[in-house]
Structures are given as C-alpha cells and as structure tokens.
C-alpha cells in the first residue's frame, strides 16, 4: 500500500481538511483529485490535478493508485455510498484513514472509513465500509457498525449496540448498551437514546426537552457536504 500513490475523491470543504490529516500523519501522496465532471469548478488553481471521475480509471488505474474518499455527512452518506461504490465497481483499493491517537481494537474494519483524534474502537467490535467517526468518539466492547454511518464528536455507544447503515450521531449523544439501531437513523446531538430504532426515525432534543420524534430524511436538507 505504501508503495502507490492515492487519489482522493472529493473537491470539498472536507476533503481540504482531510488532506492536512493526510500530510500531517501519513507518508501518502497524494496524486490528484477527483469528482463527477459536473462539479469540476471553472478556473480551478489546485496544485494537485483534479480530473473527472469518468477518467479516473484511464489516468490513473487502480492497478497503480489506491483511492481515498474524502466526502462528509451529506445526504446520510448516500453520497458516499455511490463514491465507494463507483470505486470498488472500478476495482480500487479504497484506503481507510485512522488517526494516531486513536485506539482500535475492532476484530474487523472494510474500507474507506475516517477514524479520527482519540476515538476508541473497542475489543471485539467490528465496522463496516466507509464510516466518518470524528474525534474522542467510543464504541464500547462488541459493538457492531454497519457503513456509510457518520458518528459526530464525542459520540458514545454502550456494550453490544449494533447500528445499521446510513445512521448519523450528533455531537456528545450517548446510545445505551444492547440496543439495535436501524438504517438512516438520526440522533440529534446531546440526545441519550434508551431503545432500539426504526428505519430512518429521527430522535433530537433542545436543553432539558424530552427526545422528539420524526422522520430523519426531514433533516436531509440541513446536512452539508
């Protein structure tokens, strides 16, 4: 792996941020850009190239790039399951990101997961494909993620949870033990979540409030990419 440069895919406000963790803690290099042609910028002054997906493979073949998915929350990471896809379908090596700092004990990860500052990944827990958990967050002992789930900051699971696909965790939530949380659920930050979860049910809360419900896709449009 070390041994083949990298192409990031994502043009953004995340994947800016994403390639300072890259020169600050790899020894990647990364060798261009890329996105979907119709969001290639005019008058673009980068100084890595940035090509069109629908030329990636031709410029820079998996055989001799891994890639790297640098794509945020948006959509409750539809937007990254198409990325990964897209990728795989082309025959990448999609490269996870694990920060230094952190502590990771999974018996199992994919690929294409961003693991950042002083998160813990506890004994015999497993991950999935292309997860963002941002920094100090914790999955206690067993617990089992599924992909494209965005864990804010300071998220916190107890013992033996298990989480879907497509689920987001606001910043500071806390999920009890031994629950099971059902795709394109939304936690709001600061939520405390008891129970176990229906597709795509949203739980957010505002100070002392009791958790209200509804449905998460009502949230789609606040996300960012």
């Not at 809360?205 to 009502?218: A, I, T, V, Y």
Request: aromatic letters at 12%; a negative charge; glycine letters at 10%.
């Amino acid at each position: 792996m070390k041994d083949k440069k990298i192409v990031v895919f994502g043009l953004g406000v995340f994947s800016a941020l994403m390639t300072e963790y890259i020169d600050r803690f790899t020894s990647w290099e990364i060798a261009a850009y890329c996105v979907d042609r119709e969001y290639i910028p005019e008058n673009l002054d980068t100084a890595k190239p940035v090509v069109a997906f629908e030329e990636l493979a031709q410029l820079y073949p998996p055989t001799e790039y891994d890639a790297f998915i640098a794509i945020g929350y948006a959509q409750m990471g539809d937007i990254r399951e198409r990325a990964f896809c897209q990728l795989k379908e082309l025959g990448y090596f999609v490269r996870n990101f694990v920060h230094p700092s952190a502590l990771c004990y999974a018996d199992a990860m994919g690929e294409g997961n961003i693991v950042l500052e002083n998160a813990v990944l506890g004994m015999k827990s497993t991950v999935g494909n292309c997860n963002l958990i941002w920094n100090s967050c914790n999955l206690s002992h067993e617990c089992k993620i599924g992909s494209f789930n965005t864990l804010g900051v300071m998220t916190g699971f107890g013992g033996c949870s298990t989480v879907g696909d497509h689920c987001f965790f606001g910043i500071n939530c806390t999920i009890k033990d031994h629950l099971s949380i059902s795709d394109y659920t939304l936690v709001g930050a600061g939520a405390y979540l008891a129970h176990d979860t229906a597709r795509a049910e949203a739980y957010t809360r505002r100070g002392g409030d009791p958790l209200h419900k509804k449905s998460s896709f009502e949230f789609t449009s606040l996300f960012g990419g």
